[in-house]
């Protein structure tokens, strides 16, 4: 099985795609490639230790055996997660079993190399202790119900951010998103109010446990003041004296507890700078820092991410800033982060209907519920991924894709498109549905003669194709809108000229982007992009699965519009033989007129010299999606671009076809 492309596995495996040439050599060395069918054991509970495990692809069940020898299931691992470590540091026999949902493939480290490795590359071994700190449990407490557990802090450098309100809805999208257990400890100095119960409805009845006269800290003593109601959120309210800093140790001890009956831990911290909210900071794998976009809140906030960063040495991969735009924007994004000195991780739009605090359950259509679901799926590795492929006209198909996907309440986390994918792409994410989608298209290209009204040809130095009419009509439907104007995650790939490198853009004007994706080589001339000339996206990734992969996409489904290898020789061919063909019903020749602009139709054999290249590429990276849609193009040219609402059409029964599989990947 090695004869897999193992430096381009390791590369998307996220674990292992920082690494050095040297350190990934090490990997390559020391790992193996192994496929495990469907339903196969990979280990057993009780067995010695034997390996690490990386999922390349396929799914793993992790599972106990409950009282009754009964398989219990803890957790469902996806591509890029990795298990079997806890008994290799350890050296304890496995403390769950572990299983094959389908078709696997697993990167292998046998339990001889696995030191050899660490201690070659020592940041990996960084990685990995922060995993296992979610992973191991107190095993005296009771039976492990929990595989990974995940503890976040909501912090803010004032009060009044928004926080609270963050961290209920948070709460409600993970439970909803991810059906896992989900707690909020609430906490404050005494006496002050906690709010958070008022908020899920329960107003009075309940007890505020007081960690200065809490002596024996367990999970029966923690009953007592348990909130539960049917959000699916359970939360702790809990009072600390100020003044009294064991508290500190207190809250720590309760943390260690909860982690082994709830996936994911929520601390809800008072905005109080002092080294005791630090400490219990310090507990979390990630924190969330609420600020505003106006300049005094931003610079409050990097101060504090400097204290953090520089007194307190935490990392800039645990600190993730939200702007809560509940206060008018001041600052465009740029100068936002020009002002913080720190990226900024996701923005949650201005609640419009305040009528409730609980927006995940009872407003779920508004913008601020859309923003934290997507922070949830990416917490809950359960993002979905849509990858959109090249195709020119048959890129249209994706027009249909979008129409079921919209029909079916189908979660769209993040899009990733190359060259006709990207045009789909970006206006659809810019706020379009599908059906306005397909009317411009339809609008535009009403007859084969139109499609020559959007090609401004030139003397072929870099390419027959100037592109400028293209521009002008996206620009039409797009105008000045910036990636930082869309809500939804998108990406554009596109091709480095010079470095034939792949260049995953995010930023800058959506037109430019897609323009760059855009430009097929030979056909269009090379795109300037903030002075790099870039080509079309399908050079290097006409199925961009693999961008998707990288950017934590955990469940993805690829589009792919490009025919078969066999299917563009066989139709080329035909074309190529059938002189005598009639002409077109509207009374043009797609290929008469091409034979008289060029004596040889370069431009048709260009496009299908890269459609077979693609085609290949396309097949690969296809291996890495979860669902896979191509459409059946039969009979329909790349240059039909009058043709849309029949490409449409293709495209939306395809996605009909794989609804039912679509549905089942997106909700394990």
Same mark, same amino acid.
């Given at each position: 099985?090695?004869?897999?492309?193992?430096?381009?596995?390791?590369?998307?495996?996220?674990?292992?795609?920082?690494?050095?040439?040297?350190?990934?050599?090490?990997?390559?060395?020391?790992?193996?490639?192994?496929?495990?069918?469907?339903?196969?054991?990979?280990?057993?509970?009780?067995?010695?230790?034997?390996?690490?495990?990386?999922?390349?692809?396929?799914?793993?069940?992790?599972?106990?055996?409950?009282?009754?020898?009964?398989?219990?299931?803890?957790?469902?691992?996806?591509?890029?997660?990795?298990?079997?470590?806890?008994?290799?540091?350890?050296?304890?026999?496995?403390?769950?079993?572990?299983?094959?949902?389908?078709?696997?493939?697993?990167?292998?480290?046998?339990?001889?190399?696995?030191?050899?490795?660490?201690?070659?590359?020592?940041?990996?071994?960084?990685?990995?202790?922060?995993?296992?700190?979610?992973?191991?449990?107190?095993?005296?407490?009771?039976?492990?119900?929990?595989?990974?557990?995940?503890?976040?802090?909501?912090?803010?450098?004032?009060?009044?951010?928004?926080?609270?309100?963050?961290?209920?809805?948070?709460?409600?999208?993970?439970?909803?998103?991810?059906?896992?257990?989900?707690?909020?400890?609430?906490?404050?100095?005494?006496?002050?109010?906690?709010?958070?119960?008022?908020?899920?409805?329960?107003?009075?009845?309940?007890?505020?446990?007081?960690?200065?006269?809490?002596?024996?800290?367990?999970?029966?003593?923690?009953?007592?003041?348990?909130?539960?109601?049917?959000?699916?959120?359970?939360?702790?309210?809990?009072?600390?004296?100020?003044?009294?800093?064991?508290?500190?140790?207190?809250?720590?001890?309760?943390?260690?507890?909860?982690?082994?009956?709830?996936?994911?831990?929520?601390?809800?911290?008072?905005?109080?700078?002092?080294?005791?909210?630090?400490?219990?900071?310090?507990?979390?794998?990630?924190?969330?820092?609420?600020?505003?976009?106006?300049?005094?809140?931003?610079?409050?906030?990097?101060?504090?991410?400097?204290?953090?960063?520089?007194?307190?040495?935490?990392?800039?991969?645990?600190?993730?800033?939200?702007?809560?735009?509940?206060?008018?924007?001041?600052?465009?994004?740029?100068?936002?982060?020009?002002?913080?000195?720190?990226?900024?991780?996701?923005?949650?739009?201005?609640?419009?209907?305040?009528?409730?605090?609980?927006?995940?359950?009872?407003?779920?259509?508004?913008?601020?519920?859309?923003?934290?679901?997507?922070?949830?799926?990416?917490?809950?590795?359960?993002?979905?991924?849509?990858?959109?492929?090249?195709?020119?006209?048959?890129?249209?198909?994706?027009?249909?894709?979008?129409?079921?996907?919209?029909?079916?309440?189908?979660?769209?986390?993040?899009?990733?498109?190359?060259?006709?994918?990207?045009?789909?792409?970006?206006?659809?994410?810019?706020?379009?549905?599908?059906?306005?989608?397909?009317?411009?298209? $339809?609008?535009?290209? #009403?007859? &084969? @003669?139109?499609?020559?009204? *959007?090609?401004?040809?030139?003397?072929? +130095?870099?390419?027959? =194709?100037?592109?400028?009419?293209?521009?002008?009509?996206?620009?039409?439907?797009?105008?000045?809108?910036?990636?930082?104007?869309?809500?939804?995650?998108?990406?554009?790939?596109?091709?480095?000229?010079?470095?034939?490198?792949?260049?995953?853009?995010?930023?800058?004007?959506?037109?430019?982007?897609?323009?760059?994706?855009?430009?097929?080589?030979?056909?269009?001339?090379?795109?300037?992009?903030?002075?790099?000339?870039?080509?079309?996206?399908?050079?290097?990734?006409?199925?961009?699965?693999?961008?998707?992969?990288?950017?934590?996409?955990?469940?993805?489904?690829?589009?792919?519009?490009?025919?078969?290898?066999?299917?563009?020789?066989?139709?080329?061919?035909?074309?190529?033989?059938? $002189?005598?063909?009639? #002409?077109? &019903? @509207?009374?043009?020749?797609? *290929?008469?007129?091409?034979?008289?602009? +060029?004596?040889?139709? =370069?431009?048709?054999?260009?496009?299908?010299?890269?459609?077979?290249?693609?085609?290949?590429?396309?097949?690969?990276?296809?291996?890495?999606?979860?669902?896979?849609?191509?459409?059946?193009?039969?009979?329909?040219?790349?240059?039909?671009?009058?043709?849309?609402?029949?490409?449409?059409?293709?495209?939306?029964?395809?996605?009909?076809?794989?609804?039912?599989?679509?549905?089942?990947?997106?909700?394990?």
């Amino acid at each position: 099985m090695d004869t897999i492309n193992k430096d381009a596995i390791l590369k998307d495996l996220p674990l292992f795609a920082s690494l050095t040439e040297q350190e990934n050599q090490i990997i390559r060395d020391k790992s193996v490639l192994v496929p495990y069918q469907k339903g196969q054991v990979i280990y057993q509970e009780g067995a010695p230790p034997d390996a690490f495990y990386c999922i390349v692809f396929g799914r793993v069940i992790i599972y106990s055996k409950n009282a009754n020898s009964d398989d219990v299931p803890l957790e469902y691992l996806h591509r890029g997660k990795y298990f079997g470590i806890i008994s290799l540091i350890t050296g304890e026999p496995h403390s769950v079993s572990a299983k094959a949902m389908n078709d696997c493939m697993l990167l292998v480290i046998r339990r001889e190399d696995f030191n050899f490795v660490l201690q070659s590359v020592p940041r990996l071994a960084i990685d990995l202790s922060s995993t296992l700190s979610r992973r191991l449990k107190n095993k005296d407490i009771h039976q492990k119900t929990i595989f990974e557990s995940t503890v976040i802090s909501v912090f803010s450098s004032y009060s009044q951010s928004g926080k609270t309100v963050y961290a209920l809805n948070l709460a409600l999208s993970l439970s909803s998103q991810t059906h896992k257990k989900v707690v909020i400890l609430d906490v404050c100095p005494a006496p002050k109010m906690h709010t958070l119960p008022a908020r899920l409805g329960i107003s009075e009845g309940y007890k505020v446990c007081d960690l200065s006269v809490l002596k024996n800290i367990s999970s029966g003593a923690l009953d007592e003041f348990l909130l539960k109601d049917n959000t699916g959120v359970d939360v702790i309210c809990f009072w600390y004296e100020p003044g009294d800093q064991s508290w500190v140790k207190k809250i720590v001890e309760v943390i260690s507890i909860v982690v082994n009956d709830y996936h994911y831990v929520m601390l809800d911290l008072p905005s109080v700078m002092d080294w005791s909210i630090i400490a219990v900071l310090n507990q979390s794998e990630f924190i969330h820092i609420l600020t505003s976009p106006q300049e005094q809140d931003l610079i409050r906030t990097r101060e504090l991410i400097g204290r953090l960063k520089n007194e307190f040495n935490f990392q800039d991969s645990k600190i993730n800033v939200l702007v809560n735009e509940y206060k008018l924007a001041q600052l465009s994004t740029k100068q936002q982060i020009a002002l913080l000195g720190h990226s900024i991780y996701a923005t949650l739009p201005k609640i419009e209907q305040a009528l409730t605090d609980r927006q995940i359950l009872e407003n779920p259509d508004s913008e601020y519920s859309r923003a934290v679901r997507r922070i949830s799926r990416q917490l809950g590795d359960c993002l979905v991924g849509l990858a959109l492929g090249v195709g020119f006209a048959y890129g249209f198909c994706h027009i249909g894709i979008f129409k079921v996907l919209e029909e079916e309440n189908i979660p769209i986390d993040i899009i990733v498109g190359s060259s006709i994918g990207a045009v789909i792409a970006g206006l659809w994410a810019s706020g379009m549905k599908s059906g306005d989608i397909l009317k411009i298209i $339809t609008a535009e290209f #009403k007859e &084969p @003669k139109d499609v020559w009204g *959007k090609v401004d040809f030139t003397f072929p +130095f870099s390419g027959f =194709i100037r592109g400028n009419k293209l521009y002008n009509f996206l620009k039409k439907q797009l105008g000045t809108k910036t990636f930082r104007d869309i809500k939804l995650p998108l990406k554009i790939v596109a091709s480095d000229v010079r470095s034939k490198e792949q260049r995953i853009i995010d930023d800058g004007l959506l037109v430019d982007a897609i323009m760059a994706s855009c430009s097929m080589p030979g056909v269009f001339m090379p795109f300037k992009f903030k002075g790099e000339f870039l080509l079309d996206g399908g050079i290097i990734h006409p199925l961009p699965v693999e961008p998707l992969v990288y950017l934590g996409a955990k469940k993805i489904i690829a589009v792919n519009v490009t025919p078969s290898k066999e299917d563009v020789i066989n139709e080329f061919e035909a074309a190529t033989k059938d $002189t005598n063909k009639p #002409k077109n &019903p @509207k009374g043009f020749s797609i *290929k008469s007129f091409l034979k008289e602009k +060029f004596r040889f139709n =370069i431009i048709d054999i260009i496009f299908s010299s890269v459609e077979v290249m693609q085609s290949e590429l396309a097949r690969k990276e296809s291996r890495l999606a979860d669902v896979v849609l191509h459409p059946d193009t039969k009979g329909l040219h790349w240059l039909e671009l009058y043709r849309a609402e029949e490409f449409a059409k293709r495209g939306e029964e395809e996605a009909r076809k794989h609804i039912n599989r679509i549905k089942q990947v997106i909700s394990e």
